[in-house]
């Protein structure tokens, strides 16, 4: 079966770092990336990457703070998340397409799996 296991997520001061990673089993993506959802707000795109042209894209409140890398080979995609901002405070989600359909979307439903969510929280 198709498992997304996030790492990473904690509490840390503005200005702060983190780091996930997520992990796919049971088959390749087309694209691999994160949406976050804070308290009362609907789920929105962060960042994805495209597994086969590298080509990354990132929501424009986080470009040149957060980075999406990837390693094919281990199905893994990270997340490294720098110059943290209160307004980073939500539960992010780990998501893949389905291999074979396009590449990168920007809505969750365009996603056909998801991680459990790990929480990031982000103290002014």
């Known amino acids: 079966q198709v498992q997304l296991v996030e790492s990473g997520g904690g509490l840390v001061q503005a200005g702060g770092s983190l780091r996930f990673s997520c992990s796919a089993s049971?088959?390749?993506?087309?694209?691999m990336g994160w949406f976050r959802q804070a308290p009362g707000k609907e789920r929105e795109f962060v960042t994805a990457?495209?597994?086969?042209?590298?080509?990354?894209y990132y929501t424009d409140s986080v470009k040149g703070r957060f980075t999406i890398s990837r390693d094919n080979a281990k199905n893994t995609v990270y997340l490294q998340m720098n110059s943290l901002k209160p307004e980073d405070t939500a539960v992010y989600y780990c998501?893949?397409?389905?291999?074979?359909?396009?590449?990168?979307?920007?809505?969750?439903?365009?996603?056909?799996?998801w991680g459990q969510g790990t929480q990031v929280t982000v103290s002014s």
């Open positions: 990457i495209n597994y086969s042209s590298d080509a990354a």
């Open positions: 049971g088959r390749t993506f087309s694209a």
């Open positions: 998501a893949a397409r389905k291999w074979g359909d396009t590449a990168v979307q920007f809505t969750p439903d365009e996603y056909a799996y």
